[in-house]
Structure formats: C-alpha cells, structure tokens
C-alpha cells in the first residue's frame, strides 16, 4: 500500500457522492450529535464543526427535534432523541450476529480468561459482530455487537484493513478520521501503512493502549488469512503482557474451531 491513501478523490468517486443534499446534511448532523458528549452539542457547534450556515442547521435541528430524532438538552445543547432508539433496536435485531460467531468469542473468552470479540467487515464499515465476558473480576468492557469506528486504533481493526485489498484499506482511512483516542494512537498514515506491513508478517494485530489508556488488545483471523472476519480479546495492560504468549496461542485455537 502506497501513500495515495491521503489523496484526493479520484473523479469515478466523486461521482458516486449522495447528491440529496438536504439528506446529506441531516444525517451529518445526527452523526456529529451521535459523537458528542453526554452534555451534548449547541447549534453553532455544528455549524462550525460541519462547515454549514447557522441558519441552515437550525432548520435542519428543527426538523429533527420535530421528529424526535433530536432532543434539546438544556440550554442550546442537543443530543440524540427516542426515534434514534428504534434505529439502533433495528440494526441490533437485523445485524445479530449468527451462532456459530458467538461461539467463537465465547471459547476465546473461556480459554483466555479475557474479554472476547469476533470483528468482521458489514458493507464498507468494520463493525463488532460478537462478544463474550471475561471471567476476572477485573476486566475489559464488551463493546456492544454493532460497535464500529476508529478502526485505526483497534488490533481487530488494523488486522482487517491488514487483509483487505489495497483499495478497500485506502477507501476506508480516506473516509475516516484518524482520532487520536489516547496519546498512543496512531494517526499518521505513514505510520499506519507500516504497521500494516507488521502485521502482514505473522498475521497477529497488537494494540498497547491505542483505543482506552490501560488497555490493551490482539486479535487474529478467523480461519487462513487473508479473511474478513477476526477474533480478538482485550485486558488490562499488565495482565495482557503477563500472558501475551500464552493468550496468543489460546486466541489462535479458538480462531480455528
């Protein structure tokens, strides 16, 4: 992979754009809402995050909180509404993952002690598809099945652009914000480029406290790579580097039931 990652888009691209423009900008609204904090987003913050006339998101907040898409939270703050809720249920209920990738996770999680997920790609997004709990007491968070984004700072995120082809990784960083979660995350393409290089080699992704400061991750294909599906499990970062070795081949197992 080249850095023609960081290029513009080509003009076959721009001409599979949305061109509703209206549409456009009402679901960038509820996306930007959907990535504030809990205290919410004001108007001119969106204007000014989003590039858009004051007046214009104004009819557009209106037109959502009319919908119950929105909600004013006090102040000129808003956050996301009851009809996201129906949304959200639907894409949980429609997107559920099958059997036999629970049962992946689950022998992760029983062999390992450690949180355990299977992660696959869903149309062009790269999206949590299972999970199973650790038994520590003290443990990783299961990320809720349709978990997705900042894939750049995931282990079962860097593996998947990993295995992907040269274009789908490139489609995917060019639309995707390379946030910096923690001060050890990688958000130089450079850097991420080469990291993929890495993980080329042995078909293992490691993250050190990319995505959550005091966690780490690794994750592995499912099934002879390249494939589109991985496992992975997270812990805390003392007990991961205790056991690397150990989980490794336990998460490698389970990979291949």
């Known amino acids: 992979?080249?850095?023609?990652?960081?290029g513009a888009a080509s003009p076959e691209q721009n001409a599979t754009k949305?061109?509703?423009?209206?549409?456009?900008?009402?679901?960038?609204?509820?996306?930007?809402?959907?990535?504030?904090?809990?205290?919410?987003i004001s108007a001119k913050e969106l204007s000014i995050q989003l590039g858009l006339p004051r007046q214009v998101v104004y009819h557009l907040i209106h037109t959502l909180v009319s919908t119950n898409m929105l909600r004013q939270a006090g102040g000129k703050s808003y956050v996301l509404g009851l009809?996201?809720?129906?949304?959200?249920?639907?894409?949980?209920?429609?997107?559920?993952?099958?059997?036999?990738?629970?049962?992946?996770?689950?022998?992760?999680?029983?062999?390992?002690?450690?949180?355990?997920?299977v992660v696959g790609w869903v149309d062009t997004e790269i999206v949590v598809l299972a999970t199973a709990r650790s038994s520590s007491a003290i443990h990783a968070a299961e990320p809720p099945p349709g978990t997705a984004g900042d894939a750049h700072a995931r282990a079962s995120g860097k593996l998947l652009l990993a295995m992907s082809?040269?274009?789908?990784?490139?489609?995917?960083?060019?639309?995707?914000?390379?946030?910096?979660?923690?001060?050890n995350t990688?958000?130089?393409?450079?850097?991420?480029?080469?990291?993929?290089?890495?993980?080329?080699?042995?078909?293992i992704a490691v993250e050190r406290e990319e995505y959550a400061a005091g966690l780490?991750?690794?994750?592995?294909?499912?099934?002879?790579?390249?494939?589109?599906?991985?496992?992975?499990?997270?812990?805390?970062?003392?007990?991961?580097?205790?056991?690397?070795?150990?989980?490794?081949?336990?998460?490698?197992?389970?990979?291949?039931?």
């Open 1 to 6: 992979m080249n850095e023609t990652i960081a």
């Open 216 to 257: 780490a991750c690794m994750a592995v294909p499912i099934g002879r790579p390249p494939t589109r599906l991985v496992l992975g499990i997270s812990a805390p970062i003392e007990r991961f580097e205790r056991n690397f070795e150990a989980n490794r081949l336990k998460l490698q197992k389970a990979a291949n039931l």
């Open 83 to 117: 009809g996201v809720a129906n949304i959200a249920h639907g894409y949980k209920r429609q997107s559920g993952a099958p059997d036999y990738l629970t049962r992946y996770a689950e022998r992760a999680a029983a062999e390992t002690g450690e949180t355990a997920y």
């Open 18 to 40: 949305p061109r509703i423009q209206t549409a456009v900008r009402t679901i960038d609204v509820l996306l930007a809402v959907a990535r504030a904090s809990s205290s919410g």
């Open 186 to 203: 990688l958000t130089s393409r450079t850097t991420i480029v080469q990291e993929f290089g890495r993980i080329r080699q042995d078909w």
């Open 165 to 183: 082809t040269q274009e789908e990784a490139e489609n995917y960083l060019a639309r995707s914000p390379l946030s910096a979660r923690t001060r």
